[in-house]
């Protein structure tokens, strides 16, 4: 089983207001991990990366417990618990300017 989600590479979005620009996507923990490795170049060392399970974890105890950012690779989600069953998410990222 993989740790590695396989993302089609998504481009920045210029926003108006506090951000110069925005990234955003989806995928799918498998069961059983406790972490993932999504990648994506446009990550920095202060992006502000928000990550929302969209679906049952299938146990109560587990959610997103850290982001951690690799700058210009990608970005590693870690679960506080193993997943009772595959869940999906988004994630947002934005960079600060």
Not at 26 to 45: C, K, R, W
Not at 58 to 87: M, Q, T
Request: glycine fraction near 8%.
């Amino acid at each position: 089983m993989s740790n590695v989600l396989d993302l089609t590479p998504f481009l920045p979005v210029k926003v108006e207001g506090k951000t110069a620009f925005a990234t955003a996507g989806n995928g799918v923990i498998q069961a059983g991990l406790s972490h993932i490795t999504v990648p994506e170049t446009h990550v920095t060392s202060e992006s502000h990366i928000t990550v929302t399970l969209t679906g049952s974890p299938g146990n109560k105890a587990a959610a997103v417990h850290r982001i951690e950012r690799i700058a210009g690779v990608d970005f590693v989600i870690h679960i506080s618990k193993k997943l009772a069953r595959r869940a999906p998410f988004s994630y947002l990222i934005v960079e600060p300017i």
